[in-house]
C-alpha cells in the first residue's frame, strides 16, 4: 500500500473543533483555536514547544475540556464524557510517550485491550490484535513484557494498540521524537500506508512529503 | 492583630509540645477530661491563626472516619442496652467509649493542626533532624510530600490510557483487570521513577548517606519554659487520685 492509493479528502468532517480556549483558566494554552478533520485528510500540525498541540489533541478526544468554544465528532457536538467514549473508539490518540499509554503487562493483551473495550469476547480480541501486530510487522512479540520493550518497540505497540481498534481518524503526538533512524523510518513507514484520516502532531517537516500531509500551524493558541 | 504567637516556638519545640500533649490526651481516660483537652486544643488552634480552607478540609476529613467509629463502636462492645434493634443491642459502654475515642482523636488532630499546620514540610524535616531522628525517616518523609504530586500525575496519565482506548468502567471482569493493571503500572512506574532519581543523585554526588545537618542551635529560654510548663501540667493531668487535676 502506497500513499498514492489514499482515498482523496470527501467532504464528511470527522473531528472539529470551533473557537476553543482550554488549558489553565489563568492562561489558556487555546485561544480560539478551529480545525477540522475530514475523512481521509492527512494533516500534520507544526508549532513551538508549549504551543497546545498536544492540548489540542486531547481537547478533540474529551481529555481535556474547552473553558469555551465548542468540539464536534462524527456528526455531533461532544460536551460530557459520555459523549467522548465512542469518539475515542474512532479517533484514536498515540500520546507523545509510549509508556503513558501501555495499560497491560504483555503485548497481546495491551493491543486486545482497545477491541474489548469494543464488546469483542477475549478471543475475538485477542485475534484481532494478533491480526494488527502482524500488519505492523510485530510478530512474535505478544507474549513480550510491554515495560521491557525498547522505545521504539513501544512506540509501535502504542501505535498497535490504537490501530487494532479499526480508527476512521488517527491522532498522533509527537510520533518520531526520540526514535532511532531506523524505528523513525518504521513508523514513517507505517503510517505512509494508512487509508485513515491522519492529524500529527510533529516538529519534522519532512513529513509533509513523506507522508503527503498537508501543513497546518499552532501559534498564539490559534490555528493559522 | 495579635501576632501568632505559636509560630514564634522553635520547630522543635512544637514537635516535642505535639509528642508530650498526644500522649497525655490519648491517656485520659473520662469523658469530662477528653472533652476539656478538646477545649484546650480548639484554643491552641485559635491563637495559631489557621488558614481556613485547609483547615476546614483537613478536619472534615478527619470527622468522617470518626462518626464512622461513633456510630459503630456502641454495637460492638457488650454492656448495659441502650437501644435495641432485632437481635443487635447498642451498649451505653460502647456510646462512651466511641465518645472517648471521638473527643480523644479530636484533641490530638486539633493540637497537631494548631501546632504544626503552618509549618511546611521542609521546616518539619530540618527541626526532626535537630532532634536527632534518623535522616533516613526524614528524607523519606520529604520524598514522599515531593511525589506526591508526580504519582497523582502518573495515575491520572493512566487513567487517560485507559480512557483513549474506549474504556468505561462497569461491573464486569474487564474493569477489575485493566484496575488491576493500572494499580500495577503505578507501582513499576513509582519504581522505576525512584530508581532514575537515584540514579540522578548519584550523578550529582550522593554517596548513600546524608550530609549531617548544620549544627544545632540551642533552645530559645521562652521555649525551654513553655516545654517545662506544659510537661508539668501533662504530668499532672495522667495522675489519677488526689494528686492529679481528675480526681
Redesign the interface.
Given at each position: 500500500m502506497t500513499s498514492q492509493e489514499v482515498a482523496p479528502a470527501s467532504d464528511a468532517r470527522l473531528l472539529e473543533m470551533r473557537d476553543v480556549h482550554a488549558g489553565y483558566a489563568e492562561a489558556p494554552v487555546l485561544r480560539g483555536a478551529s480545525l477540522t478533520l475530514h475523512a481521509g485528510e492527512r494533516l500534520a500540525l507544526f508549532g513551538s514547544n508549549g504551543a497546545g498541540k498536544s492540548t489540542l489533541l486531547r481537547v478533540l478526544v474529551g481529555l481535556v475540556r474547552p473553558i469555551q468554544g465548542s468540539v464536534w465528532a462524527f456528526g455531533r457536538e461532544r460536551t460530557k464524557e459520555a459523549d467522548f467514549v465512542s469518539v475515542r473508539q474512532k479517533a484514536g490518540l498515540v500520546f507523545q510517550d509510549a509508556d503513558d499509554q501501555l495499560v497491560a503487562p504483555t503485548v497481546l493483551e495491551d493491543v486486545a485491550f482497545g477491541p474489548r473495550n469494543h464488546g469483542l469476547s477475549e478471543d475475538e480480541a485477542k485475534a484481532q490484535a494478533q491480526r494488527t501486530l502482524s500488519e505492523l510487522g510485530l510478530e512474535g512479540f505478544e507474549s513480550r513484557l510491554t515495560h521491557r520493550l525498547s522505545g521504539g518497540e513501544k512506540r509501535l505497540v502504542a501505535l498497535a494498540g490504537v490501530l487494532a481498534m479499526k480508527p476512521e481518524a488517527l491522532l498522533l503526538d509527537e510520533p518520531f521524537t526520540g526514535l532511532d533512524v531506523k524505528a523513525e523510518a518504521r513508523v514513517k513507514e507505517i503510517l505512509a500506508g494508512l487509508r485513515l484520516a491522519l492529524l500529527v502532531v510533529t516538529h519534522d517537516v519532512n513529513v509533509l512529503d513523506e507522508l503527503t500531509l498537508e501543513g497546518r500551524t499552532l501559534e498564539d493558541g490559534v490555528i493559522l | 492583630m495579635v501576632p501568632n504567637p505559636i509560630a514564634r516556638l522553635d520547630g522543635r519545640t512544637r514537635i516535642l509540645l505535639v509528642l508530650l500533649l498526644a500522649i497525655t490526651i490519648v491517656a485520659l481516660n473520662s469523658l469530662p477530661s477528653a472533652g476539656v483537652a478538646v477545649l484546650i486544643a480548639v484554643g491552641l488552634l485559635a491563637l495559631s491563626r489557621p488558614e481556613p480552607k485547609g483547615l476546614s478540609k483537613r478536619i472534615l476529613a478527619m470527622e468522617g472516619i470518626l462518626l464512622g467509629l461513633l456510630v459503630t463502636l456502641p454495637w460492638v462492645v457488650p454492656g448495659t442496652t441502650l437501644v435495641q434493634i432485632g437481635p443487635l443491642s447498642a451498649s451505653v459502654e460502647g456510646l462512651e467509649q466511641g465518645g472517648l475515642l471521638f473527643l480523644r482523636a479530636n484533641a490530638v488532630a486539633l493540637t497537631v493542626f494548631a501546632l504544626l499546620g503552618r509549618m511546611d514540610v521542609t521546616e518539619v524535616g530540618a527541626a526532626l533532624a535537630q532532634l536527632r531522628v534518623p535522616v533516613l525517616l526524614i528524607q523519606t518523609l520529604l520524598f514522599a510530600t515531593r511525589y506526591v504530586g508526580v504519582l497523582s500525575r502518573e495515575a491520572e496519565?493512566?487513567r487517560?490510557?485507559?480512557?483513549?482506548?474506549?474504556?468505561?468502567p462497569g461491573t464486569n471482569v474487564?474493569t477489575y483487570q485493566?484496575t488491576g493493571?493500572?494499580v500495577?503500572?503505578l507501582v513499576?512506574?513509582s519504581l522505576?521513577r525512584a530508581e532514575r532519581a537515584l540514579d540522578a543523585m548519584k550523578c550529582r554526588g550522593f554517596d548513600g548517606t546524608f550530609p549531617s545537618p548544620n549544627p544545632t542551635p540551642s533552645l530559645p529560654s521562652l521555649d525551654r519554659a513553655v516545654l517545662a510548663a506544659v510537661a508539668v501540667l501533662a504530668l499532672f493531668a495522667s495522675i489519677r487520685g488526689p494528686l492529679g487535676l481528675w480526681v
Open positions: - | 496519565r493512566g487517560d490510557a485507559l480512557r483513549v482506548r474506549g474504556f468505561s474487564l485493566a493493571w493500572w500495577g503500572n513499576l512506574g522505576d
